[in-house]
């Protein structure tokens, strides 16, 4: 595995709005409004899944991380994504403070971490919320080059300590980390090749015990490979996830769906197995994948979607793998790329009356998921109405939209409903607009407007505002 840093270049072709586009007209019915909605081309970007890119919290700032893209050719012109809002991060623990491409390759003498190495990775964590992003989190003790024979990881009783004093640091900064990788043990925290032979069913339980006593509680966890889940899932904690790290990238996914050697012959799966169990637990809790190797033979146009959807891909790190990857599947970029994560967009909206001062109005809309995700965040859903300027009436209540909109399943409709009341004083000059605010449920982040959940329509999110704008009408 190698190392590339996303860096902020914005000097290419198609950026992402940044505010909302044209509005959906809306239609005069018998005693009411209509309108109907047409999926984004470009869909605004959510911290909430979807593509991500490489980061460094060591050394890039909240300003570098707020602003990172990624270039890709698409038809013979180059495209950018961005500013992306999920990035992925390897934070180094040997030294501490390392970029992830630069931690040290040999730990002849391993120790647990410092006061201070943890004050360090504090630091790290503190610019994620400034940014307004999130994070897939791995801690790592080494990252060698694909050519580089050695990568030393640290005995257990080290991984086990360092996990119980990492927990108070992974709690505080829970609501940024989008999923955390298991990480720690072997080449790239990727939980093969340990120096320190961890690579045993003791070791690995002992790991995964750990982890889901320690961090479980607060993040999403990552298993590198399903049929440790299979075989070593602690039973009494949450659910783990999956991370592919050579996603589509040979015939096995780099043995991603094959057993491994130190679970056999206690444990004994077929790959078939594995692949049922990773569809089935890719339905339930997220499954995140890299690029890495060229494999043509998935990564084309014709078999790479139905790949991301069979296995529910809920996030993708755009800034690995072979150029040859991204060079053989440009005709249908960025098409393929936009269905990663969950991708919740109205079909239609519609209210009893019109939208009158000391009204009551019965709105009811329609959500679909183009994504290949759930939605993994559980965002309340309000519907607002906001003034000219795009800003809630102080004078109006938020209505409450009775939906958990992590139960909108990939290719799903869904109905939903809400009772807003029009103020009886408006103001007298300016266009009002019905909208949805779906603010991230953590009480930090759901003042916070860059972490409410935008729709994937066109002209209906404003990044600006981080509102869903369902149409304007005249008071």
Same mark, same amino acid.
């Given at each position: ?296 033979? #998935?990564? /084309?146009?014709? %078999?790479?979607?139905? =790949? ?5 891909? +809920?996030?993708?790190?755009? &800034?690995? $793998? ?44 329609? #959500?679909? /998921?183009?994504? %290949?995700?759930?939605? =993994? ?5 309000? +519907?607002?109405?906001?003034? &000219?300027? $795009? ?44 909208? #949805? ?21 066109? $002209? ?16």
């Amino acid at each position: 595995m190698s190392w590339k840093v996303c860096i902020c270049t914005l000097a290419i072709s198609m950026m992402l709005p940044l505010a909302v586009a044209a509005q959906p007209s809306p239609s005069l019915i018998a005693g009411g409004i209509s309108v109907t909605y047409q999926r984004a081309m470009v869909p605004a970007l959510n911290p909430d899944g979807g593509l991500g890119v490489n980061a460094d919290l060591a050394h890039q700032t909240s300003a570098q991380l707020a602003n990172l893209t990624e270039t890709y050719p698409s038809n013979g012109v180059n495209y950018t994504y961005g500013p992306v809002r999920l990035l992925h991060t390897y934070i180094c623990l040997n030294p501490v403070g390392a970029a992830p491409g630069k931690c040290s390759n040999t730990n002849p003498n391993p120790t647990v971490l410092s006061l201070s190495d943890l004050a360090a990775i504090d630091q790290q964590l503190s610019k994620v919320q400034p940014a307004g992003v999130k994070v897939i989190l791995r801690f790592t003790y080494n990252f060698p080059n694909e050519n580089e024979s050695t990568g030393d990881d640290a005995p257990l009783d080290v991984i086990l300590q360092d996990i119980n004093l990492l927990s108070p640091l992974v709690k505080k900064y829970s609501n940024v980390i989008y999923a955390m990788e298991v990480g720690f043990v072997g080449y790239w925290g990727e939980e093969h090749n340990s120096t320190y032979g961890n690579n045993t069913i003791s070791n690995m339980s002992a790991v995964l015990q750990a982890e889901a006593k320690e961090f479980g509680p607060y993040v999403t966890l990552l298993e590198r490979d399903p049929v440790v889940l299979m075989a070593l899932e602690p039973p009494s904690g949450p659910l783990f996830g999956v991370h592919d790290d050579r996603l589509a990238g040979d015939a096995t996914d780099a043995d991603t769906w094959k057993n491994k050697d130190y679970l056999e012959p206690t444990y004994d799966y077929s790959e078939s197995a594995i692949r049922a169990f990773g569809q089935s637990r890719s339905a339930v809790r997220p499954f995140t994948g890299i690029f890495g190797t060229y494999y043509p033979t #998935l990564q /084309n146009c014709q %078999d790479l979607p139905a =790949y991301f959807a069979q296995v529910h891909l +809920a996030a993708l790190n755009i &800034s690995e $793998g072979d150029n040859q990857i991204y060079t053989n599947i440009q005709d249908c970029v960025p098409s393929v790329f936009y269905t990663v994560g969950p991708q919740i967009s109205l079909l239609s909206a519609t209210t009893d009356a019109p939208p009158r001062a000391g009204s009551i109005v019965h709105l009811t809309f329609v #959500l679909t /998921n183009y994504g %290949d995700s759930s939605l =993994y965040v559980k965002h309340p859903i309000y +519907a607002v109405v906001l003034d &000219s300027h $795009g800003n809630p009436l102080p004078s109006a209540s938020a209505a409450p939209v009775a939906l958990d909109i992590t139960q909108i399943q990939p290719g799903s409709k869904v109905n939903a409903s809400a009772t807003v009341a029009i103020p009886l004083l408006l103001p007298s000059s300016g266009k009002l607009s019905l909208a #949805l605010w779906m603010p991230d449920p953590d009480p930090k982040l759901g003042v916070d407007h860059r972490y409410n959940y935008l729709l994937n329509n066109e $002209g209906v999110p404003n990044t600006a505002t981080g509102y869903n704008v369902l149409f304007s009408f005249n008071p």
